[in-house]
RNA sequence: GGGCAGAUGGCGGAAUUGGCAGACGCGCUAGGCUUAGGACCUAGUUCCUGAUGAAGGAGUGCGGGUUCGAGUCCCGCUCUGCCUACCA
């Protein structure tokens, strides 16, 4: 553990001479409490971090993922909120007019399961950890706009979803349908299919079961497609973010086929992505779930092939999406025809055909697709082969393969189609099938519609009133909001509380005046997530969700950072919203967030700190020993913020020693601020070799914030110039161009340092002598001049190998590079006198010499 | 099964465009200061050979390749992490 000071003093007559250490005796005691809680109220005095439009600044809207209102901060929020305050200060300092917002994500079931577990009311419980978070981000110095703080949980937040909620269902976004919905019989609720993982509940890992309900959904299927091309705009998110959501939406190209059901005036279509390979289906199989199955079952066998679809059923609606089950399947007897051939194929039921992706039903076609061969093997079923690879087209295939050939090629036993290749077959056979109406070419997505109701308290009531005369009626927009009820019971029973509420349900039609009932459910938390960032441009807005002039102007989020477990849920959501909200006509942007920045998970002894693991450590503790400013640094040192972040105090420890070290070190020259202009007079060797680590430094923190993100490497180039000055601070002092020289480089540490610890430099800053609060001073700019290294050193290799090495002068030709490699007596004895095979010269760089 | 990311000293990591591998920090070692110190200061710290030094050799998960030159590009593996998973 550290402590607070630099030494325990004693001999403070020792002041003979100018050492650091004697000087280091004299310094104040780095007192990180006060001087935290000085610049905080400074800043709230001067309403430092308010967001204000201004036309003459370029703006820049920095956006951290809001917070749960879980109880307390932990560190992933401490990592999340220092990157995103780190850009948002440099920002501001390079002449942006900055948005930093933050509010609160106040909806949701903790807070319910809370008020199950002690009796709060989840209204008290959220609010009164609200209060507590907000305290613990104060003191963390993150310079939010708190006037502009959303809370999702109020009145004046909720009506605005349910005010978009109306106008989606004015349009048909929003919809009811019944449908089998994903079931947690612990949370007592639906689950959207995002919210399933693994099988089971995302919250409580709860298996999953399904149950049919009477459901609202939003229709983000109606922009699948452009949420797919919606991705060319976001060239700075992560790759695998993008990759996550593609194949969430998993869109397949290929056609839909019917066969007739013999017997029967029936159809059975399957969808296809390989509708080349139509000649070798040798069997259909539909799910177990398939309207056609009754079809199917008629019949001598109906006892026996009913029970075993029951069963199934039964199998597959429990097991829904549990990895990989034992493919298993029964012989309806019935047989269809395959359209193209005319043929007669068998119709089986089988386990492994899901009802909600394509039609539930496939064509079998065991040469070319794994699974159909697996299964045709199992069964007996006939293997035919219909593509050959492209080198053997000529070839005859008629013996059953031995194993599955699963790429394109050349079709082969295909009737007419023989000889084509499959890219060409796949259209050319789609487009036969709609001459002959039995089919059509056609794309499908895996992405289902977004179910958002909940049978739950603590979220936004659907404002929908059920009139038996009028039927489903919107609550008009002079009625809203939909306030929640305060006076519930919290049972945790089934159903929503607010069904049981008679006060609540019972309500007047507000188109015939009739008795009506309200709809109890409420949204999924996800809906509030989705459009926030909006809110925040006009926070107060009372006539639309937000003004359209304060979105054009800040927005698209010029910088979001969160962490990466929301890639699919929270992103795709927003994206939707906002391309429903463009339709609306109150923005014209199409994507809310091109730059993305997904943060790493913060892990401790190699796993991610969670309560079940033990390993939590509370930024509170650490707060109190070393102070917001050494957390913060250390945090955004260890690692670059889109890698993991392995949590070790040791770490931390050097970090504020690097901060005492500045402390010392500025207030022990603090006479360097106060002399005079430097004399004229040629700078010394430490002056000019400082002056240009300190151009270098500021060159290398601006990029690596502003361009690369690398907070990690900038902070290592501030400990570097601050470790050459620490080195030269006695040559230096000796001169006044090198008391000039010191003076800038103290200078440029505190003012680089400002983002990363803001407490400290603005203390230090007011003590150097300025006026005015130095997170509104400029960022410091650089001379690329004095930036530049005067000599280069040149590398000298013999076969890849560094033999030797020069300095010379910048830019230098590559030809004096060469001669002056060739000289070097290390060189000539290495090439022992015969002249070098070949020579490759790089200016600044390097000789490599061929011998 | 599929996708993505990664693998560099004792540890976290750096190397931005194919050009000095190991910046910066931790830890460790030695010395100084000190009643003492887990504080602070100075020096050292990839590995191997070399008593030390000078010097040499090896070296970025493994195997190949391209190149004057590869941590970086290409091909093939291994392992780790994350995501996804009967997607027709």
């Known amino acids: 553990m550290p402590r607070a000071f630099l030494t325990s003093g004693g001999n403070e007559s020792k002041m003979k001479s100018h050492s650091l250490e004697d000087f280091r005796t004299m310094t104040e005691i780095y007192d990180f409490a006060a001087i935290e809680a000085k610049w905080q109220k400074a800043w709230e005095d001067e309403r430092a971090f308010e967001a204000r439009e201004d036309p003459s600044r370029p703006k820049y809207y920095c956006l951290e993922m809001y917070p749960y209102p879980s109880g307390r901060i932990h560190m992933g929020h401490v990592r999340n909120y220092s990157i995103g305050d780190v850009i948002a200060r440099q920002k501001r300092m390079a002449g942006a007019s900055v948005l930093h917002p933050i509010g609160w994500d106040a909806l949701g079931m903790p807070a319910e399961n809370a008020a199950i577990k002690h009796g709060t009311h989840p209204q008290t419980w959220t609010l009164d950890n609200v209060a507590h978070m907000r305290t613990q981000l104060k003191r963390m110095g993150i310079s939010y706009d708190w006037s502009r703080e959303v809370n999702t949980c109020l009145p004046d937040y909720y009506r605005w979803n349910q005010w978009i909620f109306l106008r989606m269902l004015e349009r048909g976004l929003a919809f009811r349908k019944e449908s089998w919905v994903n079931w947690c019989s612990q949370c007592q609720t639906v689950l959207a299919n995002e919210q399933v993982v693994g099988g089971g509940c995302w919250r409580c890992d709860t298996p999953v079961t399904q149950k049919k309900m009477e459901q609202w959904f939003l229709k983000i299927t109606a922009y699948a497609?452009?949420?797919?091309?919606?991705?060319?705009?976001?060239?700075?998110?992560?790759?695998?973010?993008l990759q996550m959501q593609k194949n969430w939406i998993g869109r397949s190209t290929g056609a839909h086929v019917r066969f007739g059901l013999d017997g029967t005036s029936k159809d059975i279509e399957v969808f296809t992505t390989r509708i080349d390979t139509i000649y070798g289906a040798t069997f259909l199989v539909v799910s177990a779930e398939h309207p056609v199955v009754p079809d199917l079952v008629a019949g001598p066998k109906e006892k026996e092939l009913g029970a075993w679809v029951a069963r199934t059923v039964a199998e597959m609606r429990k097991r829904r999406d549990i990895g990989e089950t034992e493919k298993d399947g029964v012989d309806?007897?019935?047989?269809?025809?395959?359209?193209?051939?005319?043929?007669?194929?068998?119709?089986?039921?089988?386990?492994?055909?899901?009802?909600d992706f394509g039609t539930g039903a496939i064509m079998g076609v065991p040469a070319h697709d794994g699974r159909d061969f697996e299964f045709a093997r199992t069964y007996r079923i006939p293997i035919r082969t219909v593509i050959a690879p492209a080198d053997r087209a000529g070839e005859r295939f008629d013996a059953e393969p031995a194993e599955v050939f699963e790429q394109a090629g050349v079709l082969v036993n295909s009737g007419p189609f023989d000889g084509l290749a499959s890219d060409k077959a796949m259209d050319e056979m789609g487009k036969f099938a709609e001459e002959k109406g039995f089919g059509r070419r056609s794309t499908i997505f895996r992405l289902r519609d977004w179910g958002i109701s909940r049978q739950r308290y603590w979220g936004t009531p659907i404002p929908v009133i059920y009139c038996d005369g009028c039927g489903i009626v919107g609550v008009p927009d002079a009625d809203l909001p939909v306030?929640?009820?305060?006076?519930?019971?919290?049972?945790?029973?089934e159903g929503s509380p607010l069904e049981r509420l008679e006060s609540f349900?019972?309500?007047?039609?507000?188109?015939c005046h009739g008795p009506a009932r309200r709809e109890t459910d409420t949204m999924d938390t996800f809906v509030d997530s989705s459009w926030y960032f909006f809110r925040y441009c006009s926070p107060r807005e009372t006539a639309l969700p937000f003004r359209p002039e304060a979105a054009k102007h800040w927005l698209p989020v010029d910088l979001y950072i969160g962490g990466v477990e929301h890639a699919i849920l929270h992103l795709i959501y927003s994206r939707f919203f906002t391309k429903v909200l463009r339709d609306f006509g109150l923005t014209d942007i199409s994507e809310p967030f091109p730059?993305?920045?997904?943060?790493?998970?913060?892990?401790?002894?190699?796993?991610?700190?969670?309560?079940?693991?033990?390993?939590?450590?509370?930024?509170?503790?650490?707060?109190?020993?070393?102070g917001v400013d050494a957390l913060r640094l250390f945090i955004l040192f260890a690692s670059p913020p889109d890698k993991e972040f392995a949590w070790a105090e040791e770490g931390l420890e050097g970090c504020y020693r690097f901060l005492v070290r500045v402390w010392a070190?500025?207030?022990?020259?603090?006479?360097?601020?106060?002399?005079?202009?430097?004399?004229?007079g040629g700078p010394g060797d430490a002056a000019a070799q400082?002056?240009?680590?300190?151009?270098?430094?500021?060159?290398?923190v601006t990029e690596d914030i502003g361009i690369r993100f690398h907070l990690n490497t900038a902070i290592s180039s501030i400990m570097e110039l601050c470790n050459l000055t620490r080195k030269e601070r006695d040559a230096l002092r000796a001169t006044d161009s090198g008391r000039q020289a010191l003076r800038q480089a103290l200078e440029s540490i505190i003012r680089l340092l400002s983002p990363f610890a803001p407490h400290l430099a603005e203390e230090l800053w007011e003590r150097t002598g300025h006026q005015g609060l130095l997170m509104l001073s400029a960022w410091p700019a650089y001379d690329p001049a004095l930036a530049r290294d005067e000599m280069a050193t040149v590398v000298v290799q013999i076969n890849g190998k560094v033999r030797d090495r020069f300095e010379a002068l910048p830019d230098l030709p590559e030809a004096e590079l060469e001669a002056a490699a060739l000289a070097l007596p290390k060189i000539q004895a290495a090439l022992g006198g015969k002249p070098p095979r070949k020579v490759i010269s790089v200016r600044n760089k390097l000789v490599s010499i061929v011998s």
């Open 665 to 680: 070190l500025v207030l022990e020259d603090l006479d360097v601020f106060s002399a005079p202009a430097a004399a004229p």
């Open 690 to 700: 400082v002056i240009k680590k300190t151009h270098q430094t500021i060159r290398k």
């Open 225 to 241: 497609d452009e949420l797919l091309s919606g991705h060319a705009a976001l060239g700075k998110w992560p790759e695998h973010v």
């Open 483 to 493: 306030e929640l009820p305060f006076d519930v019971k919290l049972t945790g029973e």
């Open 332 to 355: 309806t007897g019935k047989t269809a025809v395959n359209p193209f051939t005319g043929e007669r194929v068998p119709v089986w039921i089988a386990n492994y055909v899901l009802m």
């Open 595 to 626: 730059h993305y920045l997904a943060q790493g998970m913060v892990t401790k002894d190699g796993s991610a700190m969670s309560k079940s693991k033990g390993n939590i450590v509370d930024p509170d503790e650490i707060l109190a020993r070393y």
């Open 505 to 511: 349900v019972h309500t007047t039609c507000p188109k």
